[in-house]
């Protein structure tokens, strides 16, 4: 329970104003910091969540595909422009923000990922990969402003981030490819 306690105490601290401000005011930090670590908020809350109602978890996730198609359509959700657009401007969309991110993709991952198969596994960091490679090229070749919010310098600096952190996500794909292939042999 001492990880639940520490989500709790991140989610605080990600929700206080002046660091919400900060993580906000630019676009790469909005959706490459703040965004994941309010996913890893979820993510250290879910042990409590998971011994709280773990008939839930058994009846509804037991599988775990369940919980990683929810975690995929709200993560996919963020990613569009008009969404962070909307959380800058609405504060009931920030605030769904936050819920959403935290216990809606955070927890369900945690529950989740175990659970799949390796294919499973495959195809999350595979999504992973394409959603960050063509939101890349999208922030970096679209010339005009996407996000009514930020600069078009800062679209192509997250776009490049992006494609950055799809390499390395690649990277870790051809990583867990060979190791299974040496497992193997």
Partial sequence: MKQAKYGL???ILLALAPVRSLLESMMIFHMHTQ????VFSGFLIAPFFQQTFPNFFRKYNYTGLPGILLVILIWTYWQMPRAMDDALVYPHIELFKFISLSLLVGVP???SFPKLKKIYQFLFFLYLFCSLLGLGFIYIWIDEQICNNYLVIEQQTLGWSSLALSFC???YIAMQMFESKETKT
């Fill in 35 to 38: 965004m994941p670590l309010i």
């Fill in 109 to 111: 991952l945690r529950d």
């Fill in 169 to 171: 996500v690649l990277l």
């Fill in 9 to 11: 105490v991140l989610f």
